[in-house]
């Protein structure tokens, strides 16, 4: 009896265990944010000190980030920049909150509202920031609809099949589709894609390089063989050939823009005409130029081609003989002056920037290279813009705001232009 009570015990004991392991959930690998780092930017900094007061999810919270994700596509399959000035206003401790931080804690409530408010967001039509005759802004997409600025969209789509892999659901495969359906269907007759800002041929942000980068993940890692090898949702047609194709269009687009000067190839510049491929101003803060900061990832970019041309080793070559020049950086350091904390262009901030510039051929003991974010394609001088349109070669001359709010001077990383030297050398 007792022997017979001991395995009915057991066979239970060996049943509870097995249902217990259907009910729980497989363990989720931790996916990192690093490519969401410049949109949760955008998203938190409006805080003091780009910090939130709301509850805030973790990168160990890979489903709750992509329920996030899921929860802020629009219906024509981008993302966008919801802001507080729209749906976020009603949500009690949320009403200064974006979607740009995807780490946000949401209601179940407040989901259900945000997709009701994402439905009657309109399809995205970057030519309708194109004037008459122009291609100076004239009113900027709304922030609701779709946009590739800020690394957005495609890496929406990248995180979506990383998650897909680890858990099997349809709902991350099927919204991942819908991304890339848009990404190809906002491509540029030119080719490239164009930035929120004014309608072109955008390499600010990483629109286009970041584009293709995404593409060439598709076409050569396996973990994104099952998003290359699905039907498209809306045209139901393969992916693989349109992704190809918008890929080889990128390629030759770049190619094309590739700045010279006095009959040398530069770098890029960070927007083009799209029909005439002549750099073009965006915002009023930036003039035409040519910009460093956003060209090395054209080149990381293209060192990746599994098909590297002559043509795009002499294109590669000439970019990185131009990004290990001094004519990309200045020489000084950036004082952040202490002062009482103030609101300003929406940003918070206890310091003002002065520059304090230095001597390249004989810098220092606080002076460091600076990389200079536009510089003259007439003779490579650094540009400073303001909202008014006005340009200065000063950066000490720019209003405070722009000075402390955008980006004009970054740090210089040495180590990153030596290792596209050596890789240029290999060629």
Request: glycine residues 6%; aromatic residues 10%; proline residues 7%.
């Amino acid at each position: 009896m007792k022997k017979t009570l001991f395995c009915a015990l057991t066979a239970l004991t060996v049943l509870a265990s097995a249902f217990c392991q259907e009910l729980t959930p497989p363990s989720i690998t931790p996916i990192p944010i690093d490519e969401f780092k410049d949109l949760i930017h955008h998203g938190v900094m409006k805080f003091p000190e780009s910090t939130p007061p709301y509850p805030r999810w973790t990168e160990a919270d890979v489903l709750e980030i992509a329920d996030n994700i899921l929860t802020f596509q629009n219906p024509d399959g981008g993302w966008g920049k919801i802001g507080r000035s729209s749906i976020f206003k009603n949500f009690p401790g949320h009403e200064k909150a974006s979607c740009q931080d995807l780490l946000i804690k949401l209601a179940p409530e407040e989901k259900e509202l945000m997709k009701a408010y994402l439905l009657k967001v309109q399809p995205v039509k970057f030519d309708s920031i194109k004037t008459e005759g122009s291609t100076k802004p004239s009113e900027k997409i709304s922030k609701p609809r779709s946009v590739l600025d800020n690394r957005m969209t495609y890496s929406h789509v990248r995180y979506l099949i990383k998650v897909y892999n680890q858990t099997k659901e349809e709902k991350y495969l099927e919204s991942a589709a819908r991304g890339l359906h848009w990404i190809l269907s906002v491509e540029l007759p030119c080719g490239g894609w164009s930035g929120c800002d004014v309608y072109g041929l955008c390499i600010n942000d990483d629109v286009t390089s970041g584009v293709l980068s995404f593409l060439q993940d598709m076409l050569y890692e396996s973990e994104y063989e099952v998003l290359l090898n699905a039907t498209d949702p809306l045209t139901g047609k393969p992916f693989e050939e349109a992704v190809i194709k918008a890929h080889d269009r990128a390629i030759a687009v770049l190619l094309k823009t590739q700045v010279k000067v006095k009959g040398r190839k530069t770098v890029w510049a960070h927007n083009y005409d799209p029909d005439t491929l002549k750099p073009i101003a965006a915002r009023p803060f930036e003039p035409a130029a040519l910009t460093a900061l956003e060209s090395v990832p054209v080149v990381e970019t293209l060192l990746r081609e599994k098909n590297l041309t002559p043509e795009i080793k002499a294109c590669i070559k000439a970019a990185v003989e131009f990004l290990c020049s001094d004519k990309i950086y200045t020489t000084g350091w950036i004082e952040k002056r202490p002062v009482e904390q103030f609101e300003e262009g929406g940003r918070w901030y206890n310091y003002e920037k002065i520059f304090h510039p230095g001597n390249k051929k004989a810098p220092g003991p606080n002076d460091q290279k600076l990389l200079i974010r536009y510089i003259s394609i007439k003779d490579f001088k650094p540009l400073y813009g303001d909202w008014t349109g006005k340009v200065y070669e000063d950066f000490n001359q720019l209003p405070r705001e722009r000075r402390n709010g955008y980006g004009f001077l970054s740090t210089y990383k040495e180590d990153e232009f030596l290792q596209l030297k050596e890789k240029a050398g290999s060629l």
